[in-house]
């Protein structure tokens, strides 16, 4: 089968949004803040044979909960083909995950799509893999809003508490800040109030409980949420789609040791090549890619 640099992996959106189960785990998990963006661009070790950890950063597109519970599978089949221990390392928003790419602080990082514009723009941060899910590797932005709403556009949510993801989430704010400016409104103006969630799944519960009118989502995440949670099919309803997007990718600093590099590359897409990869790959659905 050929691969034209798209990872042929759909568990990287699967397991990050279908698991309702906790998996055992076996990987170490690390919250951090970090004090200082200034730092100096790190000068990155040559790879080491022994047990030293493998860093890994994931942006809270979902709850750290969430995070922990659909990544354990990947990072136990990704530790035991790179043959080192994985370490979970998040970041509370996109800005600072992208801050420990920079700083050498983890070794790989699977981002938002306008995290990874920002870090390509600020220190040249390389695209590893991107993601295909079911046959595409594209996602939208949803605007949601409460099933019980009498929205049906942008429009009717006029002096209305909207929901934003995290401040460099494409589709989670970027993208319903530019319908706004089509509209020739301003966030700040159109809303009564706007907050930020931090991750979509928060966004999805907030509009489902009723605490915002509407909110602006990742499409992948909306689509599984409410095929594996019926209450939020039930009370959340979608009012408009935008145009599709390069799905967020998994990253890596320019600088990382180049067979490091490779070796995870070679893992990501040729997962559907070994018996445990196509498991994981498909576990929760019923599709190819």
Same mark, same amino acid.
């Given at each position: ?66 995070? $922990? ?5 990947? *990072? ?6 790179? %043959? +080192?221990? @994985?370490? !979970? ?37 390389e695209l590893l893999v991107t993601p295909q899910v079911l ?21 009717? $949510? ?5 929901? *934003? ?6 589709? %989670? +704010?970027? @993208?319903? !800040? ?47 949420a409410i095929a594996r949670v019926p209450q939020y099919a ?56």
């Amino acid at each position: 089968m050929k691969r034209r640099g798209v990872a042929y992996f759909t568990l990287l959106v699967l397991l990050l949004l279908l698991s309702l189960t906790a998996c055992e785990d076996r990987s170490e998990y690390v919250k951090v803040r970090l004090a200082s963006a200034g730092r100096p661009a790190p000068v990155l070790p040559a790879g080491q044979p022994g047990k030293m950890p493998l860093r890994v950063a994931v942006a809270a597109v979902i709850s750290p909960k969430g995070t $922990l519970e659909s990544y354990g599978a990947l *990072f136990d089949y990704l530790g035991e083909r790179v %043959g +080192r221990p @994985v370490k !979970l390392i998040q970041g509370p928003t996109y800005a600072e995950v992208n801050e420990l790419v920079r700083s050498g602080d983890v070794d790989v990082a699977f981002i938002c799509t306008n995290a990874y514009v920002e870090g390509h723009r600020q220190f040249g941060m390389e695209l590893l893999v991107t993601p295909q899910v079911l046959g595409t590797a594209t996602y939208r932005s949803y605007v949601i809003v409460p099933r019980s709403s009498d929205a049906q556009t942008m429009l009717d $949510l006029k002096g209305k508490v909207f929901a *934003f993801t995290d401040p460099m989430s494409h589709t %989670g +704010r970027l @993208v319903p !800040l530019w319908l706004l400016s089509q509209m020739g409104e301003r966030a700040e103006s159109f809303f009564r109030r706007t907050l930020f969630t931090y991750s979509h799944d928060n966004s999805i519960r907030a509009v489902a409980d009723r605490l915002v009118d509407g909110a602006a989502v990742d499409s992948l995440v909306y689509d599984f949420a409410i095929a594996r949670v019926p209450q939020y099919a039930a009370s959340t309803r979608i009012i408009w789609t935008s145009s599709p997007y390069a799905a967020p990718p998994v990253v890596i600093h320019p600088a990382l040791n180049p067979q490091l590099k490779e070796q995870l590359r070679r893992i990501f897409l040729d997962m559907d090549a070994d018996e445990r990869g196509r498991a994981l790959q498909f576990h929760g659905a019923n599709h190819k890619t």
